[in-house]
């Protein structure tokens, strides 16, 4: 009788579901929708059940005309618009000044955060200390001031961070680097190509075809931001180092960051309407650094770095010449690579290498860390 009573309760706890709202619904949510809605047809038991999704202009919560737990209704009602504006949610959440109240339930509770809004991420500490899980792909949070990363982490005492997407999109860098350090690892460096646009412009760049070109081709293949000097610039390659290093235990803050832009004081100097008449004054310095590496035998790669001299660490981000053997020479397309060096991965490091951009593998990503809190409740 004992015995059939443990696996009565073992099945009603692994049918339990946790209840999530999906904020945002950009190109991220809507592929978090469609993957759960999948999953759902495939009759894939995940345990998620979204009860409310919200953007910058409307919120919709289940009892609305779409059931609790259905992904696809959510999916439909935003991409038919059905009336949207007349049936705000009695969620009081706005995307740009958000209030979520859900701490007032006992049910256990998951926020993801698929948007890239500094107001948003402002609440993720709050949300944590309230006992709200949250699971995110936004590197405001972690990314930037080191006490906005240090609230967070006083945050997860009383709830779980899903971060596995702010970097590399759900490639296993945070859970490989933590994991290095939970098995008595000291990490002494860290090395990585974490642009896909950056990796795709220099993994095409010959030195014969103008740099200016490739990269109005980035933007019109949709890999650049609208206006590229926000990818060239190198600010969110070092919010991704910053939070591989604070990771690896290495406390640095935002200003401890070399940054190396690739954009000349002059094309920062334009208007974002002039940018594209003056990106040429990106080909001659490149074309320069190209033929210099081609002759060394070398290879141009936009590089973050976490590195160990004389006992301190030293983040830099910026352009190096490789030699072609080094460890992150040899990508393709948009992919991202990292080598990990530590205590165990000495002589050779750790190599990770994957897709990292892309709405479907960053939505992954973000409902890998869901199911993994799911399962852990």
Known sequence: MKAANLISDREQTS?????????????????VL???????????????????VANSRVALASGEGVVAGDAKGFF??????????????????????????????????????????????ARHATWLGDGVHVVTACKL??????????????GRQFAQYGDSATVGAGLPLLRSIRELRQG??????????????????????????PFSDLVRQAREAGYT????????????????????????????????????????????????????????????ALRERFAAAYKNR????????LKLVDGRYR?????????????????????????IWSDRYNAQPLVIQGPGAGAEVTAAGLLDDALRIARSL
């Open 15 to 31: 049918k339990r579901c946790i209840n999530v709202t999906l904020l945002g619904t950009g190109n991220v949510g809507k592929a």
């Open 34 to 52: 469609q993957r759960l809605a999948q999953w759902d047809d495939n009759g894939f038991e995940h345990g998620l059940k979204i009860t409310h």
């Open 76 to 121: 439909e009602a935003y991409q038919t618009g059905d009336d949207l504006s007349q049936r705000r949610a009695s969620l009081n959440c706005d995307v740009k000044k958000p209030t979520l109240d859900i701490t007032n339930t006992n049910e256990p509770h998951i926020v993801i955060d698929a948007t890239a809004s500094e107001a948003v991420t």
């Open 141 to 154: 949070g972690q990314g930037t001031e080191l006490s906005k990363w240090k609230s967070v982490q006083s």
């Open 184 to 209: 008595g690892d000291r990490v002494t460096g860290i090395a990585g190509v974490l642009s896909g646009t950056l990796a795709w412009l220099f993994n095409h760049y010959d030195g014969m075809r």
């Open 225 to 284: 931001e609208p206006d590229p000097r926000d990818d060239l610039c190198g600010e969110d390659v070092k919010r991704k180092i910053l939070i591989l290093a604070r990771a690896a235990g290495v406390e640095i803050d935002a200003d401890d960051v070399e940054v190396t832009s690739l954009v000349p004081e002059e094309l920062q100097a334009v208007a974002a309407t002039d940018v594209d008449a003056n990106l040429s004054l990106l080909d001659t």
């Open 298 to 305: 070398e290879k141009l790669i936009f590089v973050a770095e």
């Open 315 to 339: 983040a830099t981000v910026g352009l190096q010449s490789l030699p072609l053997d080094h460890p992150l020479v040899g990508g393709s397309g948009t992919d991202n690579k990292v080598a």
